[in-house]
């Protein structure tokens, strides 16, 4: 995974620790098993990582987990740089107290597909990206923001996941995140 994203946050954001404690998660897709070695990444994208995995717990469980039980992290609890915790927990709460909101503008950019066909994965990473493009604007670039998303989607999605979340996200409108 190119460090690229590293460079473009650090120009646009504040600077803060860049090591991942723990430095690889287990990601698991349809066709491989792999270890993902955080310590490449920088602290808001590790934050994005387990906020797309806790998102995607969430999805998995109906919505039916309380919200302690999503922010533990019980894959990685005790190893989280407090920086990368502190944000990835802004992240999540902040989706799943959005998510009418949020999976009303997925509906309204999804043309054709019906919110409860998208994977449940590609669901996780889009709704965190339209909650940081609504809420976190001011802090967090469109760009970036795109960006990042496009990234995990290639991490944690199918092989054209990525084009399908970009789509979604590039074609938002303003009026739409105001």
């Known amino acids: 995974m190119p460090n690229n994203l590293n460079n473009i946050e650090e120009t646009t954001e504040t600077i803060e620790p860049k090591k991942a404690l723990k430095k690889k998660v287990l990601v698991k897709s349809k066709d491989k098993v792999k270890d993902l ?6 602290y808001r994208t590790q934050a994005r990582i387990y906020a797309v995995m806790s998102l995607y717990a969430y999805e998995m469980n109906k919505g039916e987990m309380n919200i302690e039980d999503v922010l533990y992290f019980d894959y990685d609890d005790k190893n989280i740089n407090d920086s990368v915790k ?4 802004e992240l999540i709460e902040g989706t799943i107290n959005n998510l009418e909101r949020i999976d009303g503008i997925i509906e309204k950019y999804s ?14 990473i889009l709704r965190m990206s339209i909650y940081s493009l609504i809420y976190l604007k001011e802090k967090i670039s469109k760009p970036i923001i795109i960006n990042e998303a496009v990234e995990i989607a290639k991490i944690f999605g199918d092989k054209d996941s990525y084009k ?9 409108q303003e009026e739409d995140i105001l």
């Open 111 to 124: 043309k054709n597909w019906d919110i409860k066909r998208i994977q449940y994965v590609d669901k996780s």
């Open 164 to 172: 399908f979340i970009n789509g979604i996200l590039d074609g938002i």
């Open 86 to 89: 502190k944000f990835a927990k």
């Open 37 to 42: 070695d955080l310590s490449n990444y920088g």
